[in-house]
Each structure stands twice: as C-alpha cells, then as structure tokens.
C-alpha cells in the first residue's frame, strides 16, 4: 500500500554522503504534509530519525539531515559510518487514503 | 523515560482473531498531546499503519483494514489493545506499538515489536 516511493538500496564508502529520495503525490506531500524518516538497522523497531521534514530528535547526529520539495523529500548522510548499516523509511499521510503512510523503504550499505 | 512494550498471545489459526496489548511505562497514557498507535511490518517487507487511539477513547484507522480492526484503551493499566478478525496469512508480521505525536504528526517512541505468525 506504499504510496511515497524510494530507491531499493544506496550505498557509499566510510566518510562518504549518500542521498535517499522520498517521491509522493499531490495528495500526500504534494498537500503540505510534513515528512518523517526513520531508522531500523537489522532485526530492531524503527527509530524516528527526522520529524517535521528537518528537525532532529535529541541525540540523532548532525551528519543527518532532511529536506522537502514540492512533492518529495530527501534524507542525507554524511560522513557515512559503519553504524549507518541499516533500512530507512519515510513517512507522510495521504488525504486521499485517509491515513498514514511509510515508503517503501532504502538499505544503505557501507 | 516514556516506553511502549507489545504482548500477545502467539501463533494465531487462520480466521481467527488476533490481540495485542501496549503497556506505557514511564508516562501516562493520559496525555493531550498523544494518540497511540499500531504499524505492522511483514517479514522481509516494509511498515504499515494500523491505526491510533486517543485516550478517551476516540480512534481512526487504516481504510484498508478498518472492517477488521478494533483499537481500545483501558487507563486504569495503562494499555491499549488491538484486536484484527479474520486473519489470513497475510496478516503474519511483527507488529508495532507506538507513540503517537499528533502535533507533529510522527510515531516518536516505538515498542520492540512482537512477532505473529497466522498459521493452521
């Protein structure tokens, strides 16, 4: 039921910046709402990782950050560490399913 | 600190109904500013939500599931339930529970989840 679409895996070396687009429609972040990203490294619950489409949670790092366009969003890591293993989804609502919804997901590897 | 802790009964028989308990610590579940909600998450597969609750009682939920979900809430313990009838094969995922910020509109404190199984 995923309606924000990313990219299957990214990856980078250690040190490097890596992109993870997040493409909705005019009916989720195309309408104004925020977008979320979250953090799950292998065999753990999601973690929030940013909220509001640039804020970060206490104790998330610096090296990420988000951002939002008309009808996407973009999370970035730089300074890519090993830690960073793990999947990374986004997370919006849509007004024309009237809920909530989660993309389908980015493996970052390093 | 505020943490949310999935329980259940187990495996679960096709058509049957599955049920889960949240159990908040370190807060209540008494809060203005806060829903409660539900994600699932089948293996190998991406996140799904469920539905979320307020703790009066009021509680809105996933088209695609609604005809088969109920989420409740008991303060008195502190909990909420979700309960999901007819389930299939498909309905087998560790299932989530959450913290609702309704201001911002983001699940902020997640449970370790739980596994169910839906098999015969």
């Known amino acids: 039921q995923s309606v924000l679409t990313q990219p299957p895996s990214v990856s980078g070396a250690p040190g490097q910046r890596v992109t993870i687009s997040c493409i909705g429609s005019?009916?989720?972040?195309?309408?104004?709402?925020?977008v979320n990203w979250y953090q799950q490294p292998p065999g753990t619950a999601p973690k929030l990782l940013i909220y509001g489409n640039t804020n970060r949670p206490s104790g998330v790092p610096d090296r990420f950050s988000g951002s939002k366009s008309v009808t996407s969003a973009s999370l970035a890591i730089t300074g890519l560490q090993a830690e960073d293993e793990a999947d990374y989804y986004c997370?919006?609502?849509?007004?024309?399913?009237?809920?909530?919804?989660f993309g389908t997901g980015t493996k970052v590897t390093v | 600190q505020l943490q949310v802790q999935e329980s259940g009964p187990g495996p679960v028989k096709p058509s049957e109904t599955l049920s889960l308990t949240c159990t908040v610590s370190?807060?209540?579940?008494?809060?203005?500013?806060?829903?409660w909600g539900w994600i699932r998450q089948p293996p190998g597969r991406g996140l799904e939500w469920i539905g979320s609750?307020?703790?009066?009682?009021?509680?809105y939920y996933n088209p695609s599931l609604k005809s088969r979900v109920t989420i409740s809430v008991d303060t008195s313990k502190n909990q909420f339930s979700l309960r999901l009838s007819s389930v299939t094969a498909a309905d087998t995922a560790v299932y989530y529970c959450a913290r609702h910020d309704v201001t911002n509109d983001v699940f902020d404190i997640w449970g370790q989840g739980t596994m169910v199984t839906v098999s015969s």
């Open positions: 997370q919006s609502y849509d007004s024309s399913l009237s809920g909530y919804v």
């Open positions: 609750i307020y703790y009066s009682g009021g509680a």
């Open positions: 005019s009916s989720s972040i195309g309408a104004g709402f925020d």
């Open positions: 370190g807060g209540s579940i008494s809060s203005n500013s806060y829903y």
